[in-house]
């Protein structure tokens, strides 16, 4: 049974940075490309960065060039290094696998951007 924990979120001004944490009980990121999805109140979750097995990445539009993700398979750690945050990246983000699998979901971590 695989179980996925995100952590490193908070609450940081508009242009501050976060680095977050998803770290899995079982090995799954030689497999599957895993993704850090997303879901701010009264709006559907949104997947925002996912890394494949080679390392390639692909970002949504609205956090390209200030987010990164990156990936320690020894760690079964997927990070997200987000830069220059803005309000609107306000949101509980979760990790997963690409497409997600519903029985993986873990509590989230909550990112609040304000000043």
């Known amino acids: 049974q695989v179980q996925l924990v995100e952590s490193g979120g908070g609450l940081v001004q508009p242009g501050g940075s976060l680095r977050l944490s998803c770290v899995a009980s079982?090995?799954?990121?030689?497999?599957?490309?895993m993704g850090w999805y997303r879901q701010a109140p009264g709006k559907q979750r949104e997947l925002v960065a996912i890394?494949?097995?080679?390392?390639?990445?692909t970002y949504a539009d609205s956090v390209k060039g200030r987010f990164t993700i990156s990936r320690d398979s020894a760690k079964n750690t997927v990070y997200l290094q987000m830069n220059d945050l803005k309000p609107e990246d306000t949101a509980v983000y979760y990790c997963?696998?690409?497409?997600?699998?519903?029985?993986?979901w873990g509590q989230g971590t909550q990112v609040t951007v304000s000043s």
């Open positions: 079982g090995s799954i990121f030689s497999f599957n490309p």
């Open positions: 890394i494949r097995s080679g390392g390639e990445t």
């Open positions: 997963n696998r690409v497409p997600f699998t519903p029985n993986y």
